[in-house]
């Protein structure tokens, strides 16, 4: 019937049309006053999606007593201010940029011709070695990069704009110390809650898909990686102190990248984004605020290949990171293990800044600070110190990797982690 047909084509305004993402509570945020973006929110829609979000997150992996617990995981965090007198970097930069690269991988930098736009940086500045992805998925990693927040086996923070509103994250911490904060994108910002996320957390524009003329939205995920990157110098202006991240669309599937160099699609268009990253960090360089610039080029996760991922396997969370810049002093490789989550306390220390409220984030720079790199996938975890490697089911109960000089003596301490992180979601 007529009633029947019209019902179903109601389906696409209720989803919010034919993108990839579809309607969430970000979709309607306009402001930086979170009130204002609350009062914007259909009600229904609004207790809707706090009833299918409303869950016990203490009562989730509950591995051993709290007392336990505290005492394992007080030997995990160190929060205190650093002596920067002996820095890495010359000078506070006046510019931060980070560049967020969608699905990159240690693995695919050895594969020859793929990224050597990305290996070349990697001699040019800190380049940290033992750096690992907290999760599988974008969602999970931009909160762990910005937020300084590990990621969750089977959940995302992201899409939860009531425990998100009030969390700590760098652009937060540089709007207070008076940078201008901007993120730009190629895709959809209302993907996975994405625009509410980093509202709430201090960024004053953000740049998505819609923001750029309909006819450059080519790919599945918007804009190609030349357009991005010319967007972004566009919105570079640096007239005062900014933070500037900027997040790649175009190396995940369906690999519809405009230029075809090699024959493997997955890696053509790895290639493909790393020429765009080559071709932007060269034209960065040109300009005179280089001189007051540091440059953070950090993966999402590692994504799209091998085609056979194996999540209990350390390449899975293995990613590059590197800082170059005018400020950086000198070219070194930084062996210390560590987490994506790491970065903010590492970035914050770096420029003198306070981030002891950073609980979970350890500076990397810190010879007093912990070093160890903690990851989760559904449904598990892993953690890496020097001393063992150790990967653990929650759902079979069994450690599916254990290797190193101590084997299993990270087991407890990844648990007694996970367990206070669902304790601190549970509080917010």
Partial sequence: SVGVVLAAVLIIPIRGGFTVAANNVGTVYFSENIRLNHAAVNPLF????????NEDFASQYRFMDDAEAMALFSKMTYTARRDTTDNVITERPEHVVIVVLESFSRLIMDIPN???????????????TNFHANSFRTDRGLVSILSGYPAQPTMSLMKYPAKTNQLYSIARSLGKAGYDTRYVYGGDA???NMRSY??????????SEEDYDARLRTGKWGVNDEELFKRALQEMDMKRPSLSVIQTPSSPEPYDVPMHVLDDERLNAFHYTDHCLGDFVSKLRQRPEWAKTLLVVVPDHLGCYPKDIDNFQLYRYQI???????????????DTMASQHDLAATLLGMMGIDHSEFTFSKDILDPRSPH??????????????EDNAVIYDNVSGKTMLNTGRRRG??????????QKLYDDISRR
């Fill in 46 to 53: 609004s207790f809707l999606e706090s009833a299918t979000h």
């Fill in 114 to 128: 793929v990224t050597p736009q990305l290996n070349k940086l990697c001699g040019e500045g800190l380049y940290f």
């Fill in 190 to 192: 209302n993907f996975t």
């Fill in 198 to 207: 980093l509202m709430a957390t201090g960024f004053n524009r953000i740049v």
């Fill in 320 to 334: 590059p990171m590197v800082m170059l810049g005018g400020v950086v002093r000198d070219p070194q490789h930084v």
């Fill in 372 to 385: 160890f790199a903690f990851f989760t996938v559904p449904d598990a975890v892993g953690m890496v110190t």
């Fill in 409 to 418: 003596s990270n087991l407890r301490p990844a648990q007694a982690y996970l």
